[in-house]
Structures are given as C-alpha cells and as structure tokens.
C-alpha cells in the first residue's frame, strides 16, 4: 500500500465562505431556455435600461488624453469640488476634502469596513439588504447582525430597542441603504434621526448607502445621515454615480465624511490602490452637468413603472407586496414555500406563449436562515409594457405550479 | 470637576496599521519647491511619460455605447479570449477560464490575498518589494514575512535555505514580482523552479507578480510561473495592462491560474464588486492588437535610459547600484545615513542651476525595520537628457549634503 500526499495548497476559510451570488446558479437556466427559443424576461437584474447622459458619452468620446495616467488617489480636486456642489444643491453641506473618489460604491463600502471593523467586528444591518453587504463584510473578516424588517411593516425600521438589544462591545456601525435596495424603502427623517440618537449613545459609526437618492417617489424628500447636525463624526455615505447617471460600468463612486480621521484612514486604503479608473471619471464628472429635466424624465419613468407593476401584481392571487418608495425594486411575497425553486421551475419546466421570467429568490438578502424563502425580488427596469407581460406570466405560472 | 465623555467612533486598528504612501510626506515639500520657482525632477514617480499604443485611446473615443453597463465580474468571454490569446503568443498556455479581469493589479492582488490567507496567515516576500505590497497584506490582516535580497548580490533570490528557515504552519504564498519593482531583478529560469520546488514541497502558492514582464532588456527572456510543469495548481500570476501599454489610469489587470478551486474562489470575490470598469476594457482590449513595433520602441528608449543613468551614477563618488535587468527602476546606496532626511533636504534646502530632484528613500520598500534606509529608488521614466541633467543635480547635492 502506498500513501499518496495530495499536493494541493489550500484555499482561505475566507474565501470558502464568500457568498456566492443569489442569482448566478440559475444563470444557466436561463441560457437553456434561450436556447430552447423561450423568451425570458429578466425582472432579477440591477442593470438599468436607461441610457446614460449624451454629455457623460460625449466626455469620452471627445477625451484628449495621450496617455491613460493615474490620477490622485482621492480623485482630482476639481471633480471632488464639483462633487461637494452637487451636495450642495442636495443641501448636503461637505467640502472636497470630505470625499474619496472610489472604483464604484463598491469599493467605498470596502474601505469604509476596513477603516471601522477589524476581524470579528459587528455590523448590524436592517435585514433585506443588498446581498454584497454579506460578501463585503466576509472579505472583510466582519459579523453582520441583521434585524429584522418586514414586509408587514413595508420594511420600516424596526423598535429602537430591537437595534439596542443587538448592540455588544464588538459592534462598530449600524450600516442602511436609503432608498434600499431590495425593498425600495425610504427612511423617514425620524426614522434617521432616531438612528443617529442610538449611534451617538454607543459610539458607532452610522453608514448610508444613499446611491439611489435621486430616486425618490410620491414627491417624498430624501434625507441624509450628513444632513443631521452633530452626527459629523459618525456619518458616513457610500455613493456611486452607477445608477443615478445610469453608467454602472463607470465603476465610480465616492466615500463622504466629515470624520477627519475617517477619510485619513480610508485615504491609505485608496492610496494602496494607486488610483479610480481615469476614462470613467471623466465622463463621471460630465455626468455632473447632467440637466435636471433627464432626472425628471427618468424618475416619471421608473414612477410610472412601479406604479403599474403593484398594480399588475396586485391581481394575482395570495402574492403581497411592499411598495417602494424610492430606488427601482420592491419584495414580493409568493404563494409558494421556496422561491428558489419556484425561480428555477419558471426558466426549467415553464413557458407561456413561449415567453418566461427569471426573478432572484429574496433568501440571498438575509442573512438570517429561514426568513424570506417565499419572498423574491423584482427589479423594475423594463418597459411598463414588458413589466405587464412578464407579470402575467408570473400569474399564469402561479397557477399551475406546485410546491 | 465634570468629566466630558468623548463621543468619537473607533477607527480599526487595521486601519491605524495601514501604512502611508512612501512618497506622500515628501510632497508638500515638492509642491514648496516649485512655489519657490524650482524646477523639479521627478524620479520618484512610476507613471512613465510614454504614450498609450493610438488605437487603445481610438477604441474610447469611437465607442458606440448608449448605457456604460456592467460587463460580467470575470471580464467578457470575448476579452479574456483575447488575453488567452496574448499568453500563448508569450509562451504561456492558458485558457479564457483561468483568468479573471480585475480592477487594475491591485485588485488581483486584494483578490489573491484573500483567496489564500486568512487573518494572521503569512505571506514570504523578497525584499525590496512594491511598498504596497504592504498595504495589501495589512487590509487582508496577513503577515508579510520578508527573505532579504541585497544589493551587493544585485537582488538575487537568497539561497533556498533562507526560505525555508521562515517557512510555518501559518505559511500560505511566497511573493515575487518579476522584474521586480524597485529593483529592476529579473529573476533567472533556475531561480523560478527553485522557488516552485519550494511551494510544492511545502503546499503553497506562489504568486508572481509580472505586470512587467515586457520590460525585460539585454535579450534575456522572461519565465513565468505558469511555464513550469507540475506547477499548476501552485501558481498564480498578477497581470496589469497600465505599464504594458502606459495606460495605468485604466485600472484593468489580470489575475490567471490554472488552479480552480483559486479561480471559482477568487469569482465571488469579483461577484461581490460586481464588474471592472467597462470603458477601460473597451481600451485595453483594443491595446491587445498593439503591434510589436511599440513594444520594441518603448523598449529601445527603456534600454538607453537604463544605460545612461548607469553610467551617470557610476560617476558619482560613493554611490552603489544595482542593475536592473527589467522595469523601470532601479534601487541605489547613497552615501549618506539617511535618504529620507536627505530627499527632503532636496526639495526643502537645495537647488542647483534653480532645479533640484525628488527620489523616493527605499525604507519603504522594506519590511525590516532599519534596512535600506541610505538607499532610494529611482524611476527612469523621465527622457535621457532629463536623466542626466537629474543625476547631476544628485552629484552636486551630494557634494554639500551633511548627515
């Protein structure tokens, strides 16, 4: 007998427990369904249809560069000032300094997590939330401990002393999205300012992701975290220009804080990147020219959207949903026990007029095991017309499906 | 007497141990000195002044898009084909498959650290090495633990021995970067194999760092770590275009390997950033088709400022350098106690004809405390008249200069 040594070296606990992404297992699905000559409509996807500013386009087009170089670590100092003037116009009142150019949002959660948490931290997160937050906060050797929103509540902040009985020695930041992303809800003032009473008490940092401000609805307003007077050592945006300009591509972001120390620490983790892609920041700071009316056109449009997606959903029998009041997606309970399998089943066995949808089951927005797994989310970045028809495929498969 | 309780957040500790730009410190200095009116020249920097390949800035501006969307995490299926492609004309025989498209080599690296190592885990680097190298292992919480090179021996690899005497349980991945940043060292095909019999012996990875294996001079050839049989499941190799094709603001590198348990793991790191920026691959897929006749300019001019600033600094009384067989730079022994003190006394208390130079002190690119501090680093990307009149300026300082 012979013992052969498996030379292999071994992969990172780390890295084995990075979330994969909720929707890529049914990837393949959808491509043997498009393969069969079923047409899928896409209702899982972040990527809006909506095309991106002509000037931000042009910017590019028209670039005199000779050669591609770095630029500073932070961003140049001109596109920080006209980014501290977009706040501005949003009564959000930060200087240049205040802000770290980021290779996306992406990037700004990364250092915002390295700044604040080390290895074995806690972050709580209202729960949905953007599945990346796990992701992020794996790579970054951190705890995430969710509480729970839900669509009961159309995903309102719950109790302040469900956050309080949370809160341990080892917990760091309180991080939200606003407008959120998967359940379209927008936090009140109070609800901020509540939050910002409890990150002061316990000395934690308060962390927004607000890249879906401009998409706001019903004529609501969005109030920021740096719109709270003495929350200047704890409030930190993540933003990104991905959505709001539609050139999620660009890869560009920006971390804001008035925390000194916060941005001096983050500055070395963009210093050890070099430099933000230089072509996208110059059709980024393009972007900022954007007019007003582009924001109006695209805001009725994503309005009108969601409007007649609750309206569509809303005929289908035992389905409940949470209308969003911002951002472009919204949780929808299904009458069914698993959405994961419900998803797979609509791409694998199901087609009506030969079409089908592909959705993403809600279960890869918690972290919390068990919660969710009749929930799904859909992302409304189709035409209204196709919204129409994808939802009642949806309705005729709810029909014949059985769990 | 009341007590005022201090209502600040922590930053992490990690982020206190994030070490600062090498470079940073001296800049205000620099900024000082052109105030004053003196002409400063700039051999710290590594953004060389050559231009990008005209059908890379070409593809950007005759680009067709209407939205900037995401493109897959991993790069599109076309992109890495191509980049399978440019292995195999170098030798290297890969797949589309065993390569992710990264933000940039920085991030290849981000990934690669995390798909290894773990919180405490350890990581063997030859120093001098790239100062951000650094960076990467504090953000990913590992140990660099740095093999010595000197530079009496022109930046050899040390015997085997030295490598195995620091070898632990807590050992992941040997580091090289080949032709190394700040040495110029290209490592011999001998030295690459004792390093893979290293790894294989002991289960690790070994990373290679080759953004720029086509600065390599004197008709010697490059060899990879992907060009050693048997070491497939050991290596990985960083890959960048921003030097290859001076497009460093792009921010688009490589991570490749042909082991895929890396590869599946390193995905969801990428998954979780969602895509590398879109603009800039549309650039470097077009530098793909660079013809060779850039590469042997580019190279010629590399060449023939290597050689004059060799024969400049053999003229200086008590300098030492070692040279460099690739890159662009070059790490010299000064005589002097300490280069930091001395590359601010540069910029602060010297000039020569109005003009005076600023270098980076070495101390950086090491992790022993206490070693390389009367070395610097130079970067010969500035034109050879410049060199020369640079490296007289080093003479004459040098001349005056009192530790």
């Known amino acids: 007998m012979c013992i052969i040594k498996l030379v292999m070296p ?60 770095y630029t500073r670590s932070e961003g140049s100092e001109d596109y920080r000032k006209k980014i501290a003037n977009y706040y501005e116009k949003n009564d959000i009142h930060v200087n240049h300094n205040d802000i770290i150019v980021t290779t996306g949002g992406s ?14 931290d806690e972050i709580i997160i209202p729960e949905p939330f953007y599945a990346n937050y796990n992701g992020f906060s794996t790579a970054s050797g951190v705890k995430v401990v969710p509480v729970i929103s839900k669509i009961e509540d159309n995903f309102a902040l719950p109790p302040i002393q469900e956050f309080e009985n949370l809160i341990t020695s080892k917990t760091r930041a309180i991080l939200i999205c606003n407008p959120g992303n998967p359940t379209g809800y927008l936090y009140s003032e109070a609800e901020i300012k509540t939050l910002a009473e409890i990150v002061k008490k316990h000395d934690l940092f308060l ?132 959405a994961d399998d419900f998803a797979q089943w609509l791409l694998e066995k199901f087609e009506f007029n030969n079409q089908t949808v592909m959705v993403a089951p809600a279960a890869g927005f918690y972290s919390t095991p068990g919660v969710g797994l009749n929930q799904i989310r859909i992302a409304y970045v189709l035409h209204e017309q196709s919204l129409i028809t994808a939802v009642n495929i949806l309705k005729e498969a709810l029909k014949v499906y059985k769990d």
Chains 1, 2 share one sequence.
Do not use: W
């Not at 990837?27 to 809006?48: D, M, W």
């Not at 990364?110 to 700044?115: D, I, K, N, P, Y």
């Not at 210093?271 to 996208?280: G, W």
């Not at 994503?302 to 997606?329: D, S, W």
């Open 10 to 69: 071994k992969i990172s606990q780390k890295g084995q427990h990075m979330p994969s992404s909720p929707i890529r297992k049914l990837v393949p699905f959808a491509e043997a369904a498009e393969k069969r000559g079923t047409t899928v409509f896409y209702l899982n996807i972040g990527q809006p249809d909506i095309k991106t500013p002509q000037l931000a386009l042009d910017a590019v087009r028209i670039h005199s560069l000779e050669t591609i170089a």
């Open 107 to 120: 990037e700004a959660l990364l250092f915002a997590f390295g700044t604040v948490m080390d290895e074995g």
């Open 207 to 338: 962390i927004a992701d607000e890249v879906y401000r401009e998409f706001v609805y019903d004529d609501v307003k969005h109030f920021s975290v740096l719109q709270v007077t003495g929350l200047e050592e704890h409030a930190i945006v993540i933003d990104s220009v991905s959505k709001r300009y539609s050139m999620c591509g660009a890869r560009i972001g920006y971390l804001v804080s008035k925390n000194k120390s916060f941005i001096s620490t983050a500055l070395k983790f963009a210093q050890a990147r070099l430099s933000p892609p230089t072509l996208a920041q110059i059709a980024s700071e393009a972007a900022l020219e954007t007019p007003q009316s582009y924001f109006d056109e695209v805001k009725a449009e994503y309005m009108q959207r969601r409007n007649t997606l609750m309206k569509e959903l809303e005929t289908i029998p035992g389905v409940k949903v949470a209308k969003p009041n911002g951002a472009f997606y919204c949780i929808v309970e299904l009458p069914v026990k698993n």
